[in-house]
């Protein structure tokens, strides 16, 4: 057969290109009864959106126009007849104001069980501050739920994200591979409890990127069965700092393992680069992490190993950690500390801190050089070390 001469070819490419079964398939959550007001429950119709996407057989785009659509909790569940869904948000998403409608739930919008979802853009709010008040009454209040999870999923990115005031974590990676999120910003008072910004865990190849997370508890925080996660140009602040852990809470207990922080900033947060773990038996490890190129502004706690957390003192006081704490590298971690201690490595007395690297560190304290204190910890010390290392 004689080819077709080029300018053909090209008009016969372009026609391919634009036609209906090579564009993904559009979905509005308007065409479904969403109404933007914020007065009416669209939950319905971003399920009955979601359900359309999920059933097509080729690419599919879920949109959220501008305006704020108010939204109960919504299942987002898979697996689905493609694996190439993305969930444009133009919008706000707004939970209910009484914390009471989702607050029992684990989650406000959760996908499960789903391949290749883009979350692309758009704010969610969480409405969280009425919960949090009645947590800090002492009340019998519900637990809170996460603004935003993915479990049990493969192939998913979190792009231009903004997060609100959720009522409990705003973000959870829970059973995932190959997760990358990024641009993302989290915001939530620094006293608001339990609202960590990003929470990972049972997950492996995640990636966090140029992020802004302020919050009342852990920027982000590392949770059992992590391993190959990477995060890079992270701010925090306000917050707790950067947490592996708490580890250890469960005898049988999956490890963290492949972790690097890098390029990242913390302004006045408890902490910076922590690791936390339960002092009680565990068969739970935190191994091969490297935190580099650290800037510490007014940190309470710059650098941080306390394998001696007992929360109340129930249920552990007297017993040591189980968890194994090795190859941890510090590098290129400088700025300074609210509190004369700048680095403290508290490890278990049974199982001590193994292969601690400090390599160009330099904390300071009221303009004067901070202190260092090690407990079970063993490693070595190169470059400019400032405190001194007790290693």
């Given at each position: 057969?004689?080819s077709?001469p080029?300018?053909i070819?090209?008009?016969f490419?372009?026609?391919?290109a634009?036609?209906?079964s ?6 509005s959550?308007l065409?479904?009864?969403?109404k933007p007001g914020?007065r009416?429950d669209?939950a319905k ?8 996407a ?10 959220v126009?501008?305006?704020s659509f108010?939204?109960?909790?919504v299942?987002f569940?898979?697996?689905?007849k493609?694996?190439?869904i993305?969930?444009?948000i ?6 209910p ?5 989702i607050g029992?739930?684990?989650n406000w ?6 391949n290749g979802?883009?979350?692309s853009?758009?704010?969610?709010d969480?409405?969280?501050?009425g ?6 009454s002492g009340k019998?209040c519900p637990r809170?739920?996460?603004s935003?999870?993915?479990?049990n999923?493969k ?14 974590f705003?973000?959870?990676?829970n ?11 989290v915001?939530?008072d620094?006293n ?8 990972v ?6 990636t966090?990127?140029?992020s802004?997370i302020?919050t009342?508890?852990?920027c ?13 140009n992270?701010a ?5 700092g950067?947490s592996i852990?708490?580890?250890g ?6 490890g963290?393992?492949d972790?690097?922080?890098k ?18 038996p ?5 191994r091969?992490i490297?935190f580099?190129?650290a800037v ?8 941080l190993?306390d ?26 971690i400088?700025g300074t ?5 700048a680095v ?6 049974k199982?001590?801190?193994?292969g601690?690297k ?5 904390l300071t304290y ?10 079970h910890a063993g490693?070595?010390?190169s470059?400019?070390?400032q ?5």
């Amino acid at each position: 057969m004689a080819s077709l001469p080029l300018p053909i070819t090209i008009l016969f490419i372009i026609f391919l290109a634009s036609s209906p079964s090579a564009r993904a398939a559009q979905f509005s959550v308007l065409s479904y009864g969403a109404k933007p007001g914020g007065r009416t429950d669209s939950a319905k119709a971003f399920a009955a959106a979601w359900s359309q996407a999920c059933a097509s057989t080729g690419p599919a785009t879920i949109y959220v126009p501008k305006g704020s659509f108010s939204l109960g909790q919504v299942k987002f569940q898979g697996p689905c007849k493609n694996n190439a869904i993305l969930v444009r948000i133009d919008g706000t998403l707004v939970a209910p104001s009484d914390y009471k409608v989702i607050g029992s739930a684990e989650n406000w919008l959760i996908f499960e069980h789903v391949n290749g979802v883009t979350l692309s853009g758009g704010i969610l709010d969480g409405q969280g501050a009425g919960l949090w008040s009645c947590k800090k009454s002492g009340k019998g209040c519900p637990r809170g739920a996460t603004s935003l999870e993915f479990t049990n999923s493969k192939n998913i990115a979190i792009t231009g994200l903004t997060s609100l005031n959720s009522q409990m974590f705003h973000i959870v990676i829970n059973g995932c591979q190959n997760v990358k999120v990024q641009g993302v910003k989290v915001s939530a008072d620094g006293n608001s409890p339990n609202t960590d910004g990003i929470h990972v865990q049972q997950s492996t190849a995640v990636t966090i990127l140029n992020s802004r997370i302020g919050t009342g508890d852990d920027c982000v925080s590392i949770g059992p069965g992590t391993s190959n996660l990477w995060i890079e140009n992270v701010a925090c602040g306000p917050g707790h700092g950067i947490s592996i852990g708490s580890l250890g809470k469960e005898s049988q207990e999956a490890g963290v393992q492949d972790v690097t922080v890098k390029t990242t900033t913390f302004t006045g947060t408890q902490n910076g680069l922590r690791i936390k773990t339960w002092g009680r038996p565990s068969t739970g490890f935190a191994r091969n992490i490297l935190f580099q190129h650290a800037v510490m502004n007014n940190v309470q706690n710059p650098i941080l190993i306390d394998q001696n957390y007992c929360p109340g003192e129930k249920n552990c006081p007297g017993q040591v950690s189980g968890v194994k704490v090795s190859d941890v590298t510090y590098q290129d971690i400088h700025g300074t500390s609210a509190t004369e201690l700048a680095v403290k490595f508290d490890c278990s007395k049974k199982y001590p801190c193994t292969g601690i690297k400090l390599q160009d560190v330099k904390l300071t304290y009221d303009n004067k050089p901070a202190e260092a204190l090690c407990s079970h910890a063993g490693g070595v010390a190169s470059g400019t070390v400032q405190p001194t290392s007790c290693l």
